[in-house]
C-alpha cells in the first residue's frame, strides 16, 4: 500500500488488492468499500489489480477498510511492486489440468458407468469450491454476480445427476477465470519491470572510504561511484570520469550517449562504459525513475471513458440474464434450460475489454519514453484529429547560433554583437543564450545593463549608461517610435522568408544593425510530420515567431498550416477554438512555456521531459526524450488501444445477447454453454494480447 496523499485527515490512497479474478471482483470490492463512512472514494482497476482510495482517517481507519476488503474474499497488500504469483499459476494449472481429465475420461467412457459418474463429480468437489467461495462471498456483499449464477447451474446439474454437465461447467469456468487472470498478469509485465529498473545499493564514497549502502541511507550531497557495467543509482551530476551511459530505460533511446564532468545523469541508466562519481541529487521516490513509477501507478486509476459501455452493459444485464433464465423455466417447465441460461452469460469478458487492453498499452508505452497517465487519456489520443506544435523546441532543436550580422548607417558588426549582448545579459531565453555565445567567441566584454525590459512575444528594452537599447522584432521598434528604412525591412523579410529569426537592433533611436539567429529542424521531424499525416491527423504550427520564418519552416517540414505571433494564452485560446468546432486536439510542446495550451488541449503532450519535474506534470502525456517520431508512434498505439477496446466490447456482447438467446430457446446443452461462456474471455484476452507484443 502506498500512501500518496496525506493532507491533514484527508488520504489517498493505492493498493494493491490479492485474490481479485475477474471485472466482476473489482464492482463488488467498490460497492461495499463505498458504503463506509469517511469514504469518498473507491475505485478499481481490475486490469490493474490496484485499489484507490480517499477517505477521512479520523472517521475510518486503513485497517477498517483492509478488514472490510477481507470480509468479501480479498486482502489490500503494500503496493511495492506487481506481485505476479507464479505458485499460483503452478496450482490453477494442476487442478484445471486435473478436472479436465476427469472429465476426459466420464466423457470417454473409459471407466465403468458407475466409475464415471465418480470421476465426473470427483471433479465437481476438486474444482467447485473456489466458484462457491466466490458466490457466497458476492451474497454477502449483496451483490448478484456470475459466480452465483455458475454456483446455482452447479447445484442444479449435481441434483439431476447431470455430473459430466456440472464437471464441464466447472472446468471451463475454472479455465475462462485463469484466462482473465493469467493475461491481466501478462500485460502488466512490462509495469512490474519499471518497479525493478532502479538498483537497490549503491557504491558511496564518504570521508575516503568506499561502502555499499542500501539506497534508502543515501543522502543529497553524497558522492556515489558507479563502474563498467552498473546501473546508475541516483539522479546527480558527474564530478569525474567519462561514460557511455544507456538511457533507454529513462527515454526509451536504444542509442547511448556520451556523459562527462558536470552531465546530469538519471536512476536506473547504464553506464556501459568508463568510471563515474556522482554527486547526488535526488533518490528514491525524487529521481526521475521514481516519478516515472508513480506516474505510471497512477495511471492506472483513470478510467477511459469508453469503459462506462462496458460498465452500464454489465450492471443491466445480470439482472435481465436472471430474469431471462427465470422466464425461461416459466416457458419450459426446464430446469436444464434455465440453467444453461444462466452458465452461458459472461458479462466479465466486456468488462475485462478496456482496462485490459489501456493497462497493456501504458506499460509497453512507459518502456518506450512515453507516459501515458490514464486510459482516458489514452482514448482521447486514438481520436485526435489535429496536432499543434510549438515551433522551437519541438520542431527545431532550441538551438538557435548567430549565423549573420548585418550593421547599417556605418555600425561595425562588434559594435551590434556588443550592444545585443548588453541588452541580453540578464536573459536566459535561447536567442540570448546564443548572442552572448558569439559576443564571448569574439572576446567582447559584455557590462550589465542598468535597467531592462522583457517585452514578451516582441523583445527587450534596457538602458546602459543612460542610453536606451532595443532588441527584438519590428512591431517593438515602431512601438518605440524608431524607424526602420525600406533597406533595413527588406533585409529582414529575405532572412525570415529563409526560415530564420531577424532581430534589429536599435540604439538611442536609431538602427544599428540586424542579427540573424537560425535554429535547426529536429532529426526526421519532415518524416514524423509525413507519418502523421498517414494517420489523418492534421498537423498545425502555432507558434510566436513572424509569419515569415514560421512558413519558411512549416513549409520545409511539410506543416498542414502554421499560426504566427501568437502569445501563450494565444495558443490556448485557438486550441479552445478548435475544439469548440468539434476537433480533438492534441498539443505537443516543452510542458513549460506551453502549460496554457497543453492544459487546454485534448491531450497535452510533453517533450523532452528526463529530469524536469515541471514539465512531468504539466502534460497528460510525457516523452522522456526529444524525439518527435515518438509522436506519431504513441497516436498510432491510441488509434490500436480505442480499436482494440470497441472490437472486445463488441465481441462481449455479441456473445452474450446470440449465447443468452440461444440457450433460452433450447439450442444449446450445459456442456456447449460452459464452453461459450470460456470463448469471449479467451478471444477478448488473446485480441488484447496483441498490444503487449
Not at 545585443?420 to 531565453?429: L, N, P, W
Request: hydrophobic share 45%; proline share 3%; glycine share 8%.
Amino acid at each position: 500500500m502506498e500512501k500518496i496523499q496525506d493532507q491533514g485527515t484527508e488520504c489517498h490512497e493505492v493498493c494493491e488488492i490479492e485474490g481479485v479474478h475477474c471485472a466482476e471482483c473489482a464492482e463488488r470490492i467498490e460497492k461495499v468499500l463505498s458504503t463506509l463512512e469517511g469514504v469518498t472514494r473507491s475505485e478499481v482497476n481490475f486490469a490493474a489489480k490496484a485499489l484507490t482510495i480517499d477517505y477521512d482517517k479520523e472517521k475510518v481507519s486503513i485497517d477498517e477498510i483492509k478488514e472490510t476488503a477481507k470480509k468479501i474474499g480479498y486482502n489490500l497488500r503494500l503496493h511495492e511492486k506487481p506481485n505476479l504469483e507464479t505458485k499460483k499459476y503452478v496450482l490453477d494449472i494442476l487442478r484445471i489440468g486435473f478436472i479436465g481429465f476427469l472429465m476426459f475420461v466420464s466423457w470417454a467412457n473409459l471407466l465403468p458407468s458407475y466409475m464415471g459418474y465418480d470421476a465426473s463429480l470427483v471433479a465437481v468437489v476438486v474444482g467447485a469450491y473456489p466458484i462457491l467461495k466466490d458466490a457466497f462471498f458476492s451474497l454477502r456483499a449483496r451483490k448478484i454476480e456470475v459466480s452465483v449464477f455458475i454456483s446455482i447451474a452447479l447445484v442444479a446439474t449435481v441434483i439431476l445427476r447431470e455430473f459430466l454437465s456440472a464437471a464441464a461447467i466447472t472446468f471451463f469456468v475454472l479455465t475462462a477465470w485463469f484466462v482473465e487472470e493469467f493475461t491481466v498478469d501478462k500485460s502488466r509485465r512490462a509495469i512490474q519491470e519499471i518497479f525493478e529498473i532502479a538498483p537497490k545499493n549503491a557504491l558511496v564514497l564518504r570521508e575516503g572510504k568506499e561502502s555499499l549502502l542500501p539506497i534508502e541511507e543515501i543522502k543529497t550531497g553524497d558522492i556515489v561511484i558507479v563502474k563498467s557495467g552498473e546501473k546508475i543509482p541516483v539522479d546527480g551530476r558527474i564530478i569525474s570520469g567519462q561514460a557511455l551511459v544507456n538511457q533507454a530505460a529513462i527515454t526509451g533511446e536504444s542509442l547511448s550517449v556520451e556523459k562527462g564532468v558536470g552531465d546530469p545523469v538519471f536512476a536506473g541508466t547504464i553506464s556501459e562504459v568508463g568510471v563515474i562519481q556522482i554527486r547526488v541529487e535526488k533518490t528514491g521516490g525524487d529521481t526521475t525513475i521514481g516519478r516515472i513509477i508513480r506516474m505510471v501507478e497512477e495511471a492506472q486509476e483513470g478510467k477511459a471513458a469508453i469503459q462506462k459501455v462496458a460498465d452500464r452493459f454489465t450492471t443491466y444485464f445480470t439482472p435481465l440474464v436472471l430474469a431471462i433464465s427465470f422466464l425461461t423455466f416459466l416457458l419450459t417447465n426446464s430446469i436444464i434450460t434455465a440453467v444453461t441460461v444462466l452458465v452461458v452469460a459472461c458479462p466479465c469478458a466486456v468488462a475485462l475489454a478496456t482496462p485490459l487492453a489501456v493497462v497493456a498499452t501504458i506499460g509497453k508505452s512507459s518502456k518506450r519514453g512515453a507516459l501515458i497517465k490514464g486510459g482516458n487519456y489514452l482514448e482521447a489520443l486514438g481520436r485526435v484529429n489535429i496536432i499543434a506544435m510549438d515551433k522551437t523546441g519541438t520542431l527545431t532543436m532550441n538551438r538557435p547560433q548567430v549565423i549573420d550580422i548585418k550593421g547599417f548607417d556605418g555600425h561595425s558588426e562588434e559594435e551590434i554583437i556588443r550592444l545585443a549582448a548588453i541588452a541580453e545579459k540578464r536573459s536566459e531565453h535561447p536567442l540570448a543564450i546564443a548572442i552572448m555565445k558569439r559576443a564571448e567567441k569574439q572576446g567582447i566584454t559584455v557590462p550589465a545593463p542598468e535597467e531592462s525590459e522583457i517585452i514578451r512575444g516582441k523583445g527587450i528594452i534596457v538602458k546602459s549608461n543612460g542610453r536606451k537599447i532595443i532588441l527584438g522584432n519590428m512591431e517593438l521598434m515602431r512601438n518605440n517610435n524608431v524607424k526602420i528604412s525600406s533597406g533595413v525591412k527588406r533585409y529582414m523579410w529575405e532572412r525570415e522568408e529563409e526560415g530564420k529569426t531577424a532581430l534589429l537592433i536599435s540604439h538611442d533611436g536609431h538602427i544599428c544593425g540586424v542579427i540573424t539567429v537560425a535554429d535547426t529542424p529536429r532529426y526526421k521531424s519532415r518524416e514524423t510530420i509525413a507519418e502523421l499525416k498517414k494517420l489523418g491527423v492534421k498537423t498545425i504550427m502555432l507558434t510566436g515567431d513572424n509569419p515569415r520564418t514560421a512558413k519558411a519552416i512549416a513549409n520545409q517540414l511539410g506543416l498542414d498550416e502554421v499560426i504566427a505571433e501568437m502569445l501563450p494564452e494565444e495558443k490556448a485560446k485557438k486550441i479552445k477554438e478548435l475544439e469548440d468546432s468539434g476537433k480533438r486536439v492534441a498539443m505537443v510542446g516543452d510542458g513549460i512555456n506551453d502549460a496554457p495550451a497543453l492544459a487546454q488541449a485534448t491531450v497535452g503532450i510533453a517533450m523532452g521531459a528526463a529530469g524536469t519535474a515541471a514539465a512531468m506534470e504539466a502534460a497528460n502525456i510525457v516523452l522522456m526524450a526529444d524525439d518527435l517520431a515518438k509522436i506519431p508512434e504513441i497516436i498510432q498505439a491510441g488509434k490500436k488501444t480505442l480499436r482494440t477496446i470497441k472490437q472486445n466490447i463488441t465481441i462481449g456482447i455479441l456473445f452474450n445477447i446470440i449465447g443468452v438467446g440461444l440457450a433460452a430457446f433450447g439450442f444449446l446443452t450445459p456442456f456447449l454453454a460452459a464452453v461459450a461462456h470460456f470463448l469471449p474471455d479467451l478471444v477478448v484476452s488473446l485480441n488484447s494480447s496483441k498490444l503487449i507484443i
